[in-house]
């Protein structure tokens, strides 16, 4: 796609990263903020767009993070930003809940269309994904009249208390955040890099186990819900066998569980499809979106079968600043620019041109235990020893750090904190896409 006219494309590096005046920016923010908000890599950014980041030391670093899968358009994207200075123009806010907008009703209408399913459905809109994964529990339980939700190892989906229930790993997001709503109930995740018997067995003994165990612990009849990742995201892009996720779906259908399927990290276009749930002909019956939804404007919304979203009373669901004038335009201008650029065939071509490059990584590196992903949203698993497949941080946080020292931002994920994954805005050129490989392959070989 086109990049916004403005940036060079180009990585330059004119100091070292982090550059003196973000060293600066950053004891103040030391001062300011609170330690409990750390950052990955502190370089002040300045401007960004296509798939470069500017800082105030005027570096232009390659983007490989988009922000974690927010600027799949990119970011200062031509449709967005025409789309939301005009509306910051006309009014910044009113409160849908006291006298709405023609701009929420369109994202509505826009979400209805585009998630998987052809039934009629309703969207609500909030700020957040968390905020969205809330929201589509209580949809849930309402609809059901039952209280229990399933989620899986590995899952994340937030970061406020229900949301940290749901979510699996303790550090950092859970640590000492306790006691955590109860009802969350967990199942085992169909990981096949790391199933005890191996990959071939991982589809039929996690389908197993997740309906043995729900079984057994929880009780069908007492589930409101499964929640899942389509493409676990923070747990470290673990991809479910094929099929396995039709069988959940196919379950909790004969159950009357409803299935949520959580695309905040894997929704709009990420994957190569316009959600993750498409590439498996799975239907859910709630999604929740985020992050690519809006452009980098905070927006979020749970998408349903009009019957489940309707269930619920007048008054029950909303919030100040749900679907917001501005973020929702920032919406129509990102889903406007997906279609007219045809992004899921981007972050499929961004897939063949990464894939290879990674394979040939894997073959020269034993330290690469798997990789994996789909489109846009690729990852590389770091172990000590492939045998074993002892998980490697270390090594994870010397790649990473090599290349945000050569002005690659790259990000971590996992469970165990050992993989690095590759989630570049769609608007990035291929250009930069080799460059940050061969960035990555150096940070590689300097680190092993
Ligand atoms: N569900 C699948 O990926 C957000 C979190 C980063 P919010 N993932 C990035 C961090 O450390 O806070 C996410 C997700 C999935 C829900 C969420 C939550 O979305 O917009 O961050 O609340």
């Known amino acids: 796609m086109t990049p916004p006219p403005g940036i060079e494309q180009r990585r330059i590096l004119k100091t070292a990263i982090p550059g003196p005046r973000s060293a ?26 296509g798939g470069i980041l500017v800082d105030i030391d ?27 200075q005009a509306q910051v123009a006309d009014f910044t806010h009113t409160c849908f809940m006291i006298t709405p907008y023609a701009e929420y009703v369109e994202v509505a209408e826009a979400l209805n ?18 905020e969205a ?6 949809i849930a339980r309402s609809y059901t009249g039952r209280s229990a939700i399933v989620a899986f190892d590995h899952a994340y989906h937030g970061r406020t208390n229900l949301t940290m229930a749901l979510t699996a790993k303790n ?8 006691p955590f709503a109860n009802e969350i109930y967990r199942v085992p995740m169909a990981y096949p890099y790391r199933w005890p018997t191996g990959p071939e067995n991982c589809a039929d003994e996690a389908f197993e186990a997740f309906v043995s165990q729900l079984h057994a612990q929880v009780g069908e009849e007492n589930t409101a819900a499964v929640i899942i990742e389509p493409i676990q995201g923070e747990g470290g892009f673990i991809v479910p066998p094929a099929g396995y996720l039709a069988r959940v779906a196919e379950w909790c259908h004969d159950n009357g569980v409803l299935l949520i399927a959580d695309e905040i990290q894997t929704g709009f276009c990420r994957t190569g499809d316009w959600f993750a749930c498409d590439h498996e002909g799975v239907v859910p019956d709630l999604i929740t979106t985020a992050k690519g939804i809006a452009g980098g404007l905070p927006l979020a919304a749970v998408t349903g079968r009009a019957q489940v979203m309707d269930a619920v009373h007048g008054g029950g669901l909303g919030g ?13 201008g990102a889903i406007e620019t997906m279609k007219a650029e045809d992004l899921p065939a981007r972050a499929r071509a961004i897939e063949a041109l990464f894939v290879p490059r990674l394979r040939e990584m894997a073959a020269k590196y034993p330290q690469i235990g798997d990789l994996r992903g789909r489109g846009a949203m690729l990852a590389i698993e770091l172990v000590s ?7 490697d941080a270390g090594l994870t946080a010397a790649v990473n750090r090599a290349c945000h020292a050569a002005g690659l931002v790259t990000l971590t994920a996992g469970t165990y904190g050992n993989v690095l994954r590759f989630l570049p805005p769609l608007s990035i050129t291929d250009e930069l ?8 392959e150096q940070a590689f070989a300097a680190s092993v």
């Open 385 to 391: 020893d492939p045998e074993a497949k002892t998980p």
């Open 113 to 130: 269309e585009l998630t998987p399913g052809e039934h009629e459905k309703r969207s609500a809109l909030f700020n957040s994904g968390a």
């Open 171 to 178: 550090m950092p997001y859970k640590h000492r955040f306790g």
């Open 320 to 332: 100040t600043y749900g679907g917001n004038p501005v973020a929702c335009a920032g919406a129509l």
């Open 133 to 138: 994964v809330e929201n589509a529990v209580k």
């Open 58 to 84: 005027g570096n232009q670093l390659i983007d490989f993070g988009s922000g974690i899968a927010v600027t799949t358009v990119g970011n200062s994207a031509p449709r967005v930003v025409e789309r939301v």
């Open 24 to 49: 600066e920016l950053h004891a103040r923010k030391n001062t300011a903020v609170s330690a409990g908000v750390s950052t990955g890599l502190p370089v002040y950014v300045e401007r960004a767009g």
């Open 433 to 440: 896409l080799v460059e940050g490989l061969d960035i990555l």
